[in-house]
């Protein structure tokens, strides 16, 4: 029988942010788990260890249903050898996007960048976890790094930044005013990133978006890298696609 776990690698979450979609699991069959640190404050080696044994123990699949600040506090912690080593495909977006690429770096095997709660591609998840039909993926079969591009910089300077020589990168973000876009931009071009990279993609930024502003965006990734893709499905919106890193 397919093992399920939800999981909070980054901030405490509320109870009710999680209760249909363990409802809709279970309705399928599935036995989900709830980490005991879902809801409350706790360290990121404790919060690290439930991944850990949850690998550990073979779970089909981990959500990360959390999000916000803290998931770069688990990254020394997490039992990168076991993830390898394991079945287990992990999933989690946002803040969890420096967790994903963290993984990748160590490991080389991929997890998802994608946001069970609330989101309305219901059949393709289920699809994907009975079947691994990857329809609920934008980038099927192509290989992508990247992600909330706040919580990506968070791993700049550290062993568990990933090589982006010849890579693609895709860049979103939920939060962000252009002075905030424009100079999380520059850091990546004072790192070098846009000279190493072989194509840069763009998603959902969503304060932006909402202020009529996404061109604005465009205009600073194109100040550093001219030739920009656009794939709007994916992002912080309840419609978005996942995202296979790695």
Partial sequence: MMKVGMLGLSNPIKKERIQKEKE???AQGIVVEISPLLFQESSGKERAEVFNTWVQ???????????????NETIPYLDYEAYKNSST??????DLTCVINALYTKTKKSSI???????????????????????????EGKKVLGGNIRCFLKLAGSPYFPNLKDQTLFLESYSGNERRIRA????????????EISSLILGQFTEMEESGEYGKVVD??????PNVEIQKNIGHSRDSKGLRIG
Avoid: P
């Fill in 220 to 225: 600073i990734a194109k100040s550093y890298f």
């Fill in 113 to 139: 960048l994608f946001s069970i709660c609330a989101n309305k591609n219901k059949n393709d998840i289920s699809d994907f976890l009975f079947n691994r039909n990857e329809k609920l993926l934008e980038n």
């Fill in 57 to 71: 123990k073979g779970f089909d699949y981990l959500f990360d249903v959390s999000g916000g600040d803290l998931a």
């Fill in 24 to 26: 809709w699991l279970e």
């Fill in 184 to 195: 999380y931009f520059a850091q990546l071009y004072t790192m070098g990133v846009f000279h």
């Fill in 89 to 94: 495909i992990y999933f989690g977006y946002s």
